[in-house]
């Protein structure tokens, strides 16, 4: 008989066991569906709820059966339908009696509320970690190449020279943001749903505070129809998982760009690269891929989860099952594609000269010639038509600005004068923006202390 089968008079048809168990997937949360149950049966026996004795055989029982799961000698069963109904039956089974007190003044409900909050909490401080690890390569990564002088772009179109270092330490900016974001969604996260029963609390006189001091959380949630229909945390933690994805994904772009033989700016590592079933020649970025696509897959949880929540009425309803597998996943993503990222940056080879080659072309310093007049006194504007006039002349001449006799450049402006090919040389338009946020090298050594400072924070 089911646990809850007292007043049913039929046995739950085998299609709606399967269907409706939910023990393939949230068997992960055992380890705190067993901290919670220790807290809760200590606070009964504190309490008087249940004897003492009864409180310590459980608290006994639950310890065994955590080494019994964690050595592979307990066995969870359809039947019992999830994590909680299974660990309740494995505790009976060890202590009888005893073990049917362990869910007085609880409901799966807020156990469930209760377990994935602790199951999140414990992934979220992992997947910081991992992003920790990850800026601290991206970090090393920048200082070994603050002169290294290579295009920036937009419209995927060469526009200004900058440094490699410069742009790693765009997507460092990135990641810490996405630290915050988990540090956030973690405080909000940081509430004990535990004693808000069904839906309507209990008439027991439960210890909440003491509960949520033994499992390390802020304080409890406020309203108990909230504490168990409330998965905003789920949907917080969805969407930073899918910014770190998307932050991911964009320099997964970027990198399978770099890596074609037309750009030639990296190259990945053997150890991270595969080849061809077919063509000998190839070696492919397949991980930067795979990342990229994965991406969506994160995506499609996070809209799963705001799709499952959108059109439910208070409390509980079953709906929310479904919440574990979208979030789960997301999860296990992120978690799998931090490492191989963070592997496969660390050791691509930087084409120093290509880079360096490839701001030298597109006119990524036409900018600086148009200062450079601005600098001698001619407005702005005056000086942007004058250099897009000088870049057309050129692009019919196929010359690059410093290749221009002095005398070419006096034939648009006698404002020009031979310090125009060090105004306008790729290491003088990178030096000169060495204001807060630009790309020279102390500009970005100051920007790799900041982050260096930030992430210490986060560790």
């Not at 409180?55 to 069963?77: P, T």
């Amino acid at each position: 008989m089911k646990l809850w089968g007292g007043r049913f008079q039929k046995a739950t048809d085998k299609k709606v066991d399967d269907f409706n168990s939910s023990i393939r997937f949230d068997h992960k949360m055992y380890k705190q569906d067993i901290k919670g149950s220790l807290a809760h049966s200590k606070m009964l026996g504190k309490q008087g709820i249940i004897p003492k004795e009864d409180s310590e055989k459980i608290q006994k029982a639950l310890l065994e059966v955590l080494d019994d799961i964690e050595n592979g000698r307990a066995e969870f069963e359809i039947d019992a339908e999830d994590i909680h109904m299974n660990i309740e039956k494995l505790i009976t089974e060890k202590i009888g009696d005893a073990g049917k007190r362990l869910h007085t003044a609880r409901s799966r409900n807020d156990q469930v509320a209760l377990d994935i909050r602790m199951y999140l909490k414990d992934e979220t401080a992992e997947i910081k970690k991992m992003l920790v690890s990850l800026e601290n390569t991206l970090i090393s990564l920048a200082e070994n190449n603050t002169d290294t002088i290579m295009p920036g772009y937009t419209h995927m179109q060469k526009a200004q020279p900058i440094t490699f270092a410069h742009h790693v330490m765009a997507y460092a900016e990135m990641f810490l943001r996405d630290l915050g974001r988990l540090s956030d969604c973690m405080k909000r996260m940081n509430f004990m749903p535990l004693g808000s029963g069904a839906l309507a609390t209990t008439t027991y006189p439960i210890d909440r505070e003491f509960v949520a001091n033994e499992l390390g959380f802020d304080g409890v949630t406020r309203n108990s129809l909230d504490g168990v229909s409330d998965r905003d945390f789920v949907i917080e933690l969805a969407s930073a998982l899918s910014l770190i994805m998307m932050h991911l994904s964009r320099f997964c772009e970027e990198l399978i760009i770099w890596n074609t033989n037309e750009f030639s700016f990296v190259e990945m590592d053997d150890a991270f690269s595969t080849g061809s079933s077919i063509m000998p020649q190839k070696k492919n970025p397949d991980v930067a891929e795979l990342i990229r696509g994965k991406t969506g897959r994160v995506y499609g949880s996070l809209i799963t989860l705001l799709t499952l929540m959108k059109g439910l009425p208070l409390a509980y309803n079953k709906d929310m099952q479904e919440d574990k597998e979208a979030i789960f996943d997301a999860v296990d993503t992120v978690k799998l594609c931090l490492p191989v990222f963070e592997g496969m940056i660390s050791t691509m080879k930087i084409n120093k000269e290509n880079m360096k080659k490839g701001a030298g072309g597109g006119f990524t310093n036409a900018t600086d010639c148009a200062d450079y007049l601005v600098k001698k006194g001619m407005p702005f504007r005056d000086a942007h038509a004058v250099i897009g006039k000088l870049v057309f002349y050129s692009i019919n001449c196929g010359k690059a600005l410093n290749d221009l006799s002095l005398e070419e450049f006096k034939q648009f402006s006698d404002i020009f004068d031979e310090d125009v090919y060090e105004a306008i040389s790729l290491e003088t338009c990178v030096s000169q923006r060495n204001i807060i946020g630009g790309p020279s090298s102390g500009a970005v050594q100051k920007a790799i202390d900041d982050v260096k400072k930030q992430i210490k924070l986060f560790e």
